[in-house]
């Protein structure tokens, strides 16, 4: 039977599996729209594209499972980009359907038209313009397979208009193959050994984890080969839930924002596991001084990763969890007592570390208090882009893989809303908090309204300071307190705003009241929004200064 | 260092345009790209031209493979390689030194494929030395426009074992 290009997404969505798109309707897109309309699959309505493919990209780590949004041409397109980069830098499965204005017409400045491949292609792992549609299903096949397999990442399919219009028989591939894209097999056992060996012979091993190990689902497996191997492990922003925060051997967040102890524990290791990470510079500081005495076993899924930013000596090239099986198999279990001992020491002497003062309401205490209320629920946690996702990153210990999602390679403010409403759609029984910034949650906060049309009962706890506090800090640190257009003279009264989006607000000033308010929140099965109005000029500590060493800490 | 590199592309529209935003988004230098059908129809063969250190080279290579266009990369720079590039150049040439530039063209065994009032066009091919070589030799008569193809290269079979 023949169907027409906009039965066909719809019927290859379903084969794909998919429960749920993120998309914002418009003349491109009108036959597909009209299809989905009978169509099981749900829609949820977003209210602006950047909410779509971030709430696509928040299902997607929340889930495990790709995350799909659509937008209709011109637009609706663009408006997706800030989505599609921040999928493409943190390496997360989106597939994001464009509409395009028909065929015939492209090329001509035709009325909502935007070459959305041509703007998207360097952030992008593949994209397709549509040409025919009897390719249109093997296509569909073909995005799911790219955007899900090695190292994950967002696929663009640019669909004109006339495409949904045509008609094929439909007939889903199963597989498709391609000559130029091939998923790293099995890694080399030479490789495996010469790793193994080489634990064994270490006595300052570090244990480095990222966001690989997330999204090849082997949390388990790592908790296995650090136990074994008694080797300490620190995780990146990314990384956090790969290994339980509050498990002895871990040494949390590494980094400009991380602990002192894991700072020092990298730097002075003799042997850098690097498990799914990708030596970023917000986690090596200067590179130059960065380890001067570890060597480099990179288990990585991208070659590409081996050797960009740091020098490795044994790559291991393939899918994190089959990779440390073996090696829970093979390794040699080194000595790492004394090691140990003085990480014990740089924890009790380095601790994180922040005062309490009367009358103050401090945003560390905040995320504490989330922490100890959420930390025995199935919870999610979604941040900002600031203060606040550092604050988030140090205080809230995360326990287990896809309970912490935050926009680490971009940084983009006003992800958090939007993908904590993918997160809850994804997760419907998880409570799930956005760590919001007074500055951050004005990017997108339109999307509260989206929470509220699907009853969703996210809580947004917003740390409220009063300014850009992140670029406020930079500037009092290194521009002579010179508050350059950082600083906000008028905000919205965020508790009124949650009132006429038909969602619940709560003003918290004093530490007494957080504990209360975050119960009620949790208990409402609506959006709310707590504004926590905190310390305005709190700083995050301790800090590595762009470019300075890892040891150079600041405020610790 | 300059590194030769043969790369195998799906032959689609777009293709190039991926090759050559890779180039200028992550910042390597292309110093020639030339691209064309293989004997293969849906295959297209780009040869680049790119400087850089080891490390610069190790990533470009590896970025192209992450195209999903991109079905194959060899850096041929160290194998035994065939390399051709094709220049046409418009030489100043009034008819008192024409005889001399015939010479010169003769000598690098180029051709002379058009003749005009005051100008000859000259049609040159040959590896990197040659080309540079012939325009050096042009260039006291006056050179008012010159372009290649870029390089284009190929290794060389095995060769027969001597005994
Ligand atoms: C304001 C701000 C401050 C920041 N400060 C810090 C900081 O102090 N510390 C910090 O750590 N980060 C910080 N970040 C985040 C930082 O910019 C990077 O995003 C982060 O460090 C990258 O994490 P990752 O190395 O785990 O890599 P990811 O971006 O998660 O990359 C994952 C890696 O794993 C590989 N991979 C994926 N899947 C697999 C698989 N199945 N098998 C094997 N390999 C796989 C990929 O190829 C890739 O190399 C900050 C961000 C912001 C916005
Ligand atoms: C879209 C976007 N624009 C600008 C920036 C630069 N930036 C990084 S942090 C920050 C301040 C964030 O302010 P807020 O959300 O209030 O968080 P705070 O740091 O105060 O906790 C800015 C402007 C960014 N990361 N993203
Ligand atoms: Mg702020």
């Not at chain 1, 509409?99 to 703007?119: K, P």
Request: glycine share 8%.
């Amino acid at each position: 039977m023949k169907l027409t290009g906009a039965e066909i997404i719809c019927k290859a969505l379903e084969y794909e599996g998919v429960e749920v798109v993120f998309g914002y309707p418009g003349g491109a897109v009108l036959p597909l729209y009209d299809k989905l309309y009978d169509s099981p699959i749900r829609h949820i309505l977003v209210r602006h594209e950047q909410g779509a493919a971030h709430a696509a990209d928040g299902y997607a780590r929340a889930t495990g499972k790709p995350g799909v949004c659509i937008a209709t041409s011109g637009p609706g397109a663009t408006n997706l980009v800030t989505g599609i980069a921040n999928a493409y830098m943190d390496s997360v499965p989106i597939i994001a359907f464009t509409g395009q204005v028909n065929l015939s017409a492209i090329g001509r400045d035709s009325f909502q038209e935007a070459d959305i491949t041509g703007i998207t292609l360097p952030i992008v792992k593949h994209s397709y313009l549509v040409k025919d549609v009897n390719q249109l299903a093997a296509t569909i096949r073909a995005a799911f397979h790219i955007a899900t397999t090695g190292r994950p990442g967002p696929v663009l399919i640019d669909l004109p208009k006339d495409i949904t219009i045509a008609q094929a028989e439909f007939e889903y591939p199963p597989q498709v193959t391609f000559r130029g894209y091939r998923v790293p097999g099995r890694c080399d056992s030479a490789q495996v050994y010469q790793a193994a060996r080489a634990i064994g012979e270490a006595r300052k091993p570090v244990i480095y984890a990222g966001g690989g190990v997330i999204s090849s689902n082997a949390a388990e497996e790592l908790r296995e080969f650090a136990e074994k191997t008694r080797i300490p492990v620190t995780n990146t922003l990314l990384g956090k839930g790969s290994f339980p925060e509050t498990h002895p051997l871990s040494l949390g967040m590494v980094g400009m924002h991380g602990t002192a102890y894991a700072n020092y524990a990298v730097s002075y290791s003799d042997l850098i596991i690097a498990i799914g990470a990708r030596f970023d510079d917000r986690v090596t500081g200067r590179l130059d001084t960065f380890a001067p005495n570890a060597r480099v076993i990179h288990i990585d899924i991208d070659p590409a990763e081996i050797g960009k930013n740091v020098r490795v000596h044994i790559p291991l090239i393939g899918d994190v969890k089959p990779i440390l099986k073996e090696l829970i198999q093979r390794v040699e279990v080194p000595d790492t007592r004394e090691w140990l001992k003085q990480i014990e020491q740089w924890k009790a002497e380095y601790p994180l570390r922040y005062t309490n003062e009367e009358g103050v309401l401090k945003p560390q205490y905040v995320i504490e208090q989330i922490w100890e209320i959420t930390r025995d629920k199935n919870a999610v946690i979604t941040t900002e882009v600031g203060q606040n996702q550092m604050w988030a990153a140090q205080y809230y210990k995360a326990l287990r893989p896809r309970t912490f999602i935050s926009s680490g390679g971009l940084g983009t403010m006003g992800f958090g809303l939007p993908a904590a409403v993918g997160a809850q759609i994804g997760r419907p029984d998880a409570v799930v908090f956005d760590i919001a910034g007074d500055g951050s949650i004005q990017m997108t906060v339109q999307e509260l309204a989206t929470a509220v049309q699907y009853n969703l009962p996210i809580n947004i706890a917003i740390l409220n300071n009063r300014f850009l506090g992140m670029v406020r800090q930079w500037q009092e640190l290194f521009n002579n307190k010179r508050y350059s257009q950082t600083e906000f003279p008028d905000l919205p009264d965020f508790v009124k705003l949650a009132e006429a989006y038909g969602a619940v607000g709560m003003r918290v000033t004093r530490s007494e009241e957080v504990r209360p308010a975050l119960e009620r929140a949790i208990a409402t099965p609506k959006p709310v929004i707590i504004d926590f109005v905190i310390a305005r000029e709190e700083n995050v500590f301790p800090m590595v200064p762009a470019g300075e060493s890892l040891t150079k800490m600041v405020g610790c | 260092m300059r590194h030769t590199l043969a790369v195998l592309v799906e032959n689609q529209p777009g293709v190039l345009t991926r090759v050559a935003g890779l180039f200028s988004r992550r910042g390597y230098n292309i110093e020639s790209l030339a691209v064309g059908e293989t004997h293969e129809p849906t295959i297209s063969r780009m040869t680049i031209v790119v400087d850089g250190d080891d490390l610069v080279i190790e990533q470009v290579v590896k970025q192209l493979n992450k195209l999903i266009d991109v079905i194959d990369v060899q850096d041929v720079t160290q194998a035994e390689y065939v390399d051709r590039e094709l220049v046409l150049i418009k030489v100043n040439a009034e008819p008192s030194i024409r005889g001399e530039i015939m010479q010169i063209v003769d000598i690098f065994r180029a051709r002379i494929v058009d003749i005009g009032y005051n100008t000859l066009i000259i049609e040159c091919t040959g590896d990197e030395g040659k080309i540079r070589a012939i325009e050096k030799s042009l260039k006291p008569f006056g050179i008012l426009e010159l372009v290649r193809t870029g390089k284009i290269a190929m290794v060389r079979g095995q060769k027969y074992e001597e005994d």
